[in-house]
């Protein structure tokens, strides 16, 4: 694809204080539309997935795979693109990455069975990977200002909320109006018209001195992911004591101590791994995986059962989400605010709290629960994933050199993946597991489903808890002490949780790809 064609070949230049403050405004808008696609896809499409079960004949774990295929290439490659656009140009991977995300989209609405809807999700997987850590990496390096990036990023993060308060509605509404295929039809316009966008508005970046590629790393990474995810989504299928299920495990649990040992010993490796030595940003990503666990496989468990249990069209369901995700939303921003004046220990804490709470209630849900208790649940849920998201982001783009801003964006986008990943193939393979007893047992499908939940919902208090008990652990003096002498060095931040742009080393500056 030629420079002509991605609008690389004129000089883009944003002038630095009042005078740019507008332009830097539409960079911010064509990024955080990104994020919406991106993540509206994800919650858009698990409304639809019943219908899809019931139009393409697919398994329970099928119905994982199609959720879980994007995710999991996503969650693959995002410290891969994060690297390239720093080396080759944030906006040339921007809009290559907006490209192939639509033109998958699209391919993805013609899926004719459930094999191929997987792969094509996978395709659509390989642009996704581009859009997220790109579009936070471009933020980060267009607002030079410290004390306009933290609102920037406080809108970037809000997007989140936005999205997954929308994707249900949106999903319901297409699904019951349409049908199934229309879920991916949405995101064609939105992406044709960022495309666009970014190529008359976003300023070309990239790293003045670009890390270098690590094969090795990203072949062990996509190792380990993906045998994992194989073993735990086919694992209630197989068997979890079959040869090929213990085999996967084993295989995945090589490829991760083998990554580690390959990152030890690289100079500039693919992850990072001293930065894991500060005790808040390791707890930051230890939050990021267990709450997108509970988020990504809430998601996935609760529409099965508002639509196979109590029996709800894909349009109530989505609005029987709605408490949840509104709270969600409104919940980002005043996490922001919190972090940016006391923070992240306060948004933190209470954001494990709620959650545990909000599952707590789910735990005894059967056919008959009342929605007023299902209404409480889901509020507290939603404020506790709402109040999550800033702080983390917080963390993972201000606790790492301005130079690597991809990689920074990348790791702290790869755990919310990764935790997604994970959350869908474990719950999803609860839910499985769970069904084949109960109706085995002599219950139907719909009480079987019901009681089937239960294990989930107590992984969810279980994750809660742990995010309560980390952001504790990893915000005290002497979490911000270690986190200091992990990042020292004449390239790196002063803390991962100190203030937004207290950072050692010169911005980079904008510049047209030569």
Known sequence: MSAGLLGLDREIRIPDGPAGRRQRLVVLLICSSSLFIAYLDTTILNVALPTVQASLHA????????????????????????????????????????????????????????????????????????????????????????????????????????????????????????????????????????????????????????????????????????????????????????????????????????????????????????????????????????????????????????????????????????????????????????????????????????????????VRLSPSTPFSWLLIALALLGAGLGLVNPPITNTGVSGMPPSQAGVASAVISATRQFGSVLGVAVMGSMLTSGIRVGTAGGEDHATALAAATHAPWLLAVACGALVAVAAMVSTTARAHAAAARATAGPDAAVSPWGHIGRCHGVEEQQSPVE
Request: aromatic share 8%.
């Open 59 to 362: 398994s329970l774990a099928g119905l994982q795979w199609i959720a879980d295929a994007y995710l999991l290439v996503v969650a693959s490659l995002l410290m891969l693109t994060g690297s390239m656009a720093d080396r080759l140009g944030r906006k040339r991977l921007f809009l290559i990455g907006l490209s192939g995300f639509s033109l998958g989209s699209l391919l993805c609405s013609a899926a004719p069975d459930t094999g191929s809807l997987v792969a094509l999700r996978m395709l659509q997987g390989l642009g996704g990977s581009m859009l997220t850590p790109i579009s936070l990496s471009i933020v980060r390096n267009t607002f030079t200002d410290s004390r306009e990036r933290v609102q920037a990023l406080g809108i970037w993060s809000g997007i989140f909320g936005v999205a997954t308060a929308c994707g249900p509605v949106v999903g319901g509404v297409l699904v019951s109006d349409v049908g199934w295929r229309s879920v991916f039809w949405v995101n064609v316009p939105i992406g044709v018209a960022m495309i666009l966008a970014a190529r008359r508005y976003v300023p070309e970046s990239r790293a003045p001195r670009p890390r270098a590629l690590d094969v090795p790393g990203q072949i062990l990474m996509i190792a380990a992911l993906g045998t994992l995810t194989y073993a735990v989504i086919e694992g209630p299928t197989d068997g979890w004591a079959s040869t090929p299920i213990l085999a996967l495990f084993a295989a995945g649990a090589l490829a991760l101590v083998g990554f580690a040992l390959v990152e030890r010993r690289r100079a500039e490796p693919l992850l990072e791994l001293r930065f894991f030595r500060s005790p808040p940003f390791t707890g930051a990503s230890v939050i990021a995986v267990l709450s997108f666990v509970v988020l990504a496989g809430f998601l996935f468990v609760m529409t099965l059962y508002l639509q196979e249990v109590r029996g709800d069209s894909p349009l109530r369901a989505g609005l029987s989400l709605l408490p949840m995700t509104i709270v969600m939303a409104a919940a980002a921003p005043v996490s922001g605010h919190l972090t940016a004046r006391r923070g992240p220990a306060i948004p933190l804490v209470a954001s494990g709290v709620l959650m545990a709470a909000g599952a707590v209630l789910l």
